[in-house]
């Protein structure tokens, strides 16, 4: 009598095991609709900031400073003097030799009328011209030596720290201060010599600093050497960076992202991918009487962060498990949780559901 129990309680849960696997319960998953975007190849490359201008000013004579006309940090004009140094000496020198210029042009002048009226030789004149030309020459010399005494701004820019005071004595060489050109910023950076066909006048990129983790700067690459380094087998290249806001400063490390072949492409999330050994694979959700997942091969093109472009295998339009695919299998039942659009979190894909239930 026992054994025949437990013979019906075995039949029992047999029955019961075959009525649960024939109707097995919906996998709750999340699932994105496959979409044609925007795609660049990216490239990342460490760069170095340097100003469209910049200029060590130093003495290039021995001579103690009379007037300094600006501030560390002073935006200055081009032209505008900087600095002044004693040119008492020259002074004197230069009203000297006026005098002499102005006498021997006075010579010319009545000499001049002179052989016109056949009263002086030909030669005189010549003479005469010769004084005026050697006047105007040693005047010429004076007002050199003068200017040699005043540094002005070469071109329109931000100065640097003042290292001079009035009273001291320039030395040929003495840095005084710098002068920077920022309105645009040269940035040198380094890329491996296998993107040399990618890298070209007038590609676009971005660029990242430490300083401003959430700004990005846009420039354009204007040349590429010549020459790849034989060491590093890379080639250096220049971008342009326009800095308006003048956040950029000279020396600044930044780090570099060319954006290279753009093109409008299918990209899915890199967590809807399932790969088995060199196979890559998406569930494709299929609809009908009930939802199912259907296991579809594809071929991957390039990555970014957080996406990978389909080459193949996929049509835009189609919903792809993004979230619970390592809990189905090919023709697997499933129910839709909450829909991926923008690449929230689990926990706001979550909300998400809850929010709609509520509704």
Known sequence: MRFFTLSLLSCFILMMSAVVSSNPKPTAVFVTKVERVFFVDEMEALGTLQAAENVNLTSSVTERLTKIN????????KGY?????DISEE???LAEESSRFNEAKSQVERVRALVQRSSASK?????????????????AGIQSRISQKRIVAPFNGVLGIRNISVGALAQPG????TIDDDSKMKLDFSVPEVFLSSLKKGLTIEA??????????????????SRIDPITRSVMARAVLNNDNRLLKAGMLMRVQLNK???QTLVVPEEALVTTGNENAVMLVETGEDLKVKR????????????????????????VVTHGTLKVRDGALISIRAVEKDNESLSELLKQKTKETAE
Do not use: C, W
Not at 208 to 225: E, L, M, R
Not at 297 to 313: C, P, Q, T, W
């Open 81 to 85: 003097v900087l600095v002044e140094m």
């Open 91 to 93: 002074n004197a020198q």
């Open 261 to 263: 072949n753009p093109r």
């Open 208 to 225: 990242k600093a430490s300083a401003y983790p959430n700004q990005i700067f846009k420039g354009t690459v204007t040349s590429v050497d």
């Open 70 to 77: 600006f501030d560390d940090n002073q935006r200055v004009k």
């Open 296 to 319: 579809q091969v594809v071929e991957l093109g390039a990555r970014r962060k957080g996406s990978v472009e389909i080459l193949s295998g996929l049509k835009e339009g189609r919903q």
């Open 174 to 177: 003495m840095l005084i201060t």
């Open 123 to 139: 030669s005189t004149l010549d003479e005469r011209e010769r004084e005026l030309n050697t006047a105007k020459a040693r005047l």
